[in-house]
C-alpha cells in the first residue's frame, strides 16, 4: 500500500508493480434530485472524481444500491443504473456488477477502480510555500440543490447546477498532469475550505483563498444569503471553527458557499504560481470554463486555511 487513510486522501493506491498500482474508492449517497436517470449520472460522476483526483484513470466500477422494495418502482432503480453506466461509459470504464440491499430509504453510488504509474501519483498533501491554488468547477451545489427541494432555486440555477454535477473531472484531470502539480483534491463534502485544510495541514502551510476569485454557479450566492443552506455548512463550520480564519470583509454569502458541501465538485490543484496562468488558460481551452486561480500558499500561521 502506497496511500492509506493517514492524510485523508481521497482514494487508496496498491502498488501491483513497479509500473503499475492500482487506485480503489466509493461513494454513495440518497438522491439530491428528483429525475432517477440524473441522479444515476451524478452519482457515478461524483465516484469517479476520486479516481481523477489521483491523477489515475477509472478502469471497472461496481454499482452499490440500497432500495426500498416495495415503496417505489423497480423502473426507478433501472434509470438510475443507466445514468451511472452512461458516466462510466464516457469515462472510458465498465461496469461490472455491484450488490444491492432492501433499505428503508433509495441509495446509490459506486465503487471504482483506476491505475496509475507509482511514480505519477498525485495526492492531496505535498503544497509548497508560493503554490497558486486553482479550482476546476464552480461552487454551490448543496445550496443550490437544497433550495430545489424547497422549491426556491431558478430553472438555470437548477441547470446549470445539474450540468456541474453530471460533468466529469476527466478533461481536468488530464490537462492537471500535463503541469508539475504537486497536490490535488476534489471539493466534495467538506466543501471548499474542507479539502483546502485537508491539503494545507498535511502540507505544513496556510492556504489563502480569496473570496472574489471563486467560480459561482448562477443563484448560489443569492440563496445562500436568503437561507438555503445544507446541515453539511454546519457541521463543516462546527468541524473547521478552530482551523480557519475569514476575513471580516467576506460577506456572509460567500463564506456559506465555501463552506458548502460539494457533490461531484471541481478539482482542487496546487501548482507553482508560474505555471498557474498557463494551467487555467489550458483548462478552459479544453472546455473548463469555469477554471480559475482562487489562492495560494504560504508559510504555516496560526491557522490552516484563510478566506480574505
Known sequence: ????????????????????????????????????????????????????????????????????????????????????????????AV?????????????YGMAVTGVVHP??????????????????????TGIITTALKRRKASRDSVRATIASMIALNQVASSVMRQFPVHACSDVTGYGLLGHAQEMAGGSGVTIVL????????????????QGSLTGGCKRNRDYLKDKIAVDRSVRAGLVEIALDPQTSGGLLVALPQDRAVAMVATLRANGISAAALVGYATDRQDVAVRLI
Not at 125 to 137: I, Q
Open 1 to 92: 500500500m502506497i496511500v492509506g487513510t493517514e492524510t485523508s486522501d481521497d482514494a487508496g493506491v496498491f502498488r501491483l508493480r513497479p509500473d503499475l498500482a492500482i487506485v480503489n474508492t466509493v461513494d454513495f449517497f440518497t438522491p439530491i434530485v428528483d429525475d432517477p436517470y440524473t441522479f444515476g449520472q451524478v452519482a457515478a460522476a461524483n465516484a469517479l472524481s476520486d479516481i481523477y483526483a489521483m491523477g489515475a484513470e477509472p478502469k471497472t466500477a461496481l454499482n452499490i444500491v440500497a432500495f426500498p422494495k416495495g415503496k417505489m418502482a423497480i423502473e426507478v432503480l433501472g434509470q438510475i443504473l443507466q445514468g451511472g453506466a452512461e458516466r462510466v461509459r464516457e469515462a472510458g
Open 210 to 225: 480569496e473570496a472574489a476569485r471563486l467560480p459561482l454557479l448562477p443563484g448560489a450566492r443569492r440563496l445562500a444569503e
Open 95 to 107: 461496469v461490472i456488477g455491484g450488490h444491492s440491499i432492501i433499505d428503508e430509504e433509495l441509495k
Open 119 to 140: 511514480d505519477r501519483v498525485i495526492r492531496n498533501v505535498g503544497v509548497k510555500r508560493g503554490d497558486a491554488l486553482v479550482l476546476t468547477k464552480p461552487l454551490g
